[in-house]
């Protein structure tokens, strides 16, 4: 059976992002393979993620607040987690540099979908959703990756 790794959003709370990575798993072994969820999320990340970072605007200090007294934004994101919890994930990698140093082994590599190769969005220094960190032989693939805009910069 071969071992496929999905390398998506997986760990934002929106609802698109979370059900298109359970759905991409859960049809891929629904087809026989053993697929799980490339589990990349680094600490800053998940600071942010979680509203744990310091706020650096008037905004971001009201949404820090307003999340820790709002029951309805509280059952949100703790459902949020219990769903992430139960999706098939690797083991979890905290950095790009442990993602380049020790390059995960599956026998297909799918990177999707929505805005993944959305550079405006992080990772400028290393094209993680490229998989650039994988070796010219691997198997590659995109699934319904999409660059979330009508222009690119030069780089």
């Known amino acids: 059976m071969?071992?496929?790794g999905v390398f998506t959003i997986h760990g934002a709370y929106n609802y698109g992002a979370m059900?298109?990575?359970y759905a991409t798993i859960k049809?891929?072994?629904?087809l026989g393979f053993?697929?799980?969820?490339?589990?990349?999320?680094?600490?800053?990340?998940?600071l942010a993620r979680e509203n744990r970072?310091?706020?650096?605007?008037?905004?971001e200090l009201f949404n820090f607040f307003y999340c820790r007294v709002?029951?309805?934004?509280?059952?949100?994101y703790s459902r949020f987690k219990s769903f992430h919890d139960e999706m098939?994930?690797?083991t979890r990698v905290f950095s790009l540099d442990d993602v380049y140093s020790n390059?995960?082994?599956y026998d297909v590599n799918i990177v999707g979908s929505d805005q993944v190769w959305n550079l405006q969005k992080g990772f400028k220094d290393k094209n993680f959703y490229f998989l650039d960190f994988l070796k010219p032989e691997s198997l590659k693939m995109s699934y319904a990756s999409s660059f979330g805009t009508s222009t690119i910069e030069n780089r």
């Open 2 to 4: 071969k071992k496929i």
């Open 19 to 21: 059900l298109q990575a």
């Open 27 to 30: 049809k891929l072994e629904q």
């Open 34 to 46: 053993d697929a799980e969820v490339y589990n990349f999320l680094s600490r800053e990340y998940e």
């Open 53 to 59: 970072a310091l706020p650096k605007s008037l905004k």
């Open 70 to 76: 709002d029951r309805k934004i509280k059952l949100r």
């Open 88 to 90: 098939k994930l690797s």
């Open 103 to 105: 390059p995960p082994k």
